[in-house]
């Protein structure tokens, strides 16, 4: 699977912001897509997860009622919206997958990722 993150950029406080991430290489079913986030000197943090078929669905604490995740298995796309963006939405955005069909919110649980996409909120 190669993934391919876009969106990203700056925005301030409250504001919002889409992600998109194209996946290729493989059919898109069977797969779990996730976001990570990551800051300099931090570990990678899970900011949510879906299966290709849109049915499950799980995101962190941090981001749960302000991000939405959504798949396009004809696409082949996952997109994060991100609603009221705070100063610590502020990170490095990673798309991943994996295959099966557990959710699960450790990175090293993703075996593919893409390449990150800064976003920055600014107050």
């Known amino acids: 699977v190669q993934l391919q993150a876009s969106g990203g950029g700056l925005v301030q406080v409250g504001g919002s912001m889409g992600l998109s991430c194209q996946a290729s290489?493989?059919?898109?079913?069977?797969?779990?897509m996730g976001w990570f986030r990551q800051n300099s000197g931090k570990e990678r943090e899970f900011v949510a997860a879906?299966?290709?078929?849109?049915?499950?669905?799980r995101y962190a604490e941090s981001v749960k009622g302000r991000f939405t995740m959504s798949s396009d298995s004809a696409k082949k796309t996952v997109s994060l919206q991100m609603n009221g963006l705070k100063p610590e939405d502020t990170a490095v955005y990673y798309c991943a997958a994996r295959d099966g069909s557990v959710l699960y919110t450790s990175s090293d649980q993703y075996p593919w990722w893409g390449q990150g996409t800064q976003v920055t909120v600014s107050s």
């Open positions: 290489g493989r059919t898109f079913r069977g797969e779990i």
């Open positions: 879906q299966t290709t078929n849109g049915r499950s669905t």
